[in-house]
């Protein structure tokens, strides 16, 4: 899989089709930028987009991931498991969001538990002292977790995009 060959390819079916780079964006639902991105073999795009844009350039899945036209069109195995990858990692992505919220959420209260009762001078004498020290911990805490667990899951399902285009060559 060369990525510059995909992104030059990218960028011929974009201009094949006469669109922008914004153009694209905006029907994909991504910034202008990450098209530029994948055009410029920076990053590639997800299989769920993958699986838009063959259908939006009238190419396979696989001639994308070639970065070149080929006679042949995927069979539907093929394409079915291209689904399902596509599937799993946006649940996957939906999932990690939702906990990156929550974990974010929690630090912002955190935060404004302990700014509150800073700016209010009750944070240093008392039970008040120890629920601000225990808010800034949580916030300082919750921002650490929030980067651990979304390093992790993002390793994860990288990790299976890779396991998954490589047993299909």
Request: hydrophobic share 45%; aromatic share 10%.
């Amino acid at each position: 899989m060369d990525q510059k060959q995909i992104g030059h390819f990218l960028k011929t079916l974009r201009k094949e089709n006469g669109m922008t780079q914004e153009q694209l964006a905006e029907r994909l639902n991504v910034a202008s930028r990450t098209v530029s991105r994948w055009e410029n073999a920076k990053t590639m795009p997800d299989f769920d987009v993958l699986i838009e844009l063959a259908k939006l350039y009238d190419v396979s899945v696989d001639e994308l991931l070639n970065g070149a036209r080929n006679a042949e069109h995927q069979n539907s195995e093929n394409m079915n498991a291209i689904r399902s990858i596509a599937e799993y990692t946006g649940k996957e992505k939906e999932r990690l969001l939702k906990n990156q919220h929550f974990f974010a959420w929690i630090g912002v209260l955190s935060w404004i538990v302990f700014l509150g009762l800073k700016l209010a001078g009750l944070d240093g004498t008392g039970w008040t002292e120890k629920i601000a020290s225990f808010a800034a911990g949580m916030a300082f805490a919750m921002s650490i977790v929030a980067l651990i667990y979304t390093g992790k899951y993002l390793r994860i399902i990288q990790d299976y995009k890779h396991r998954m285009v490589s047993q299909k060559k």
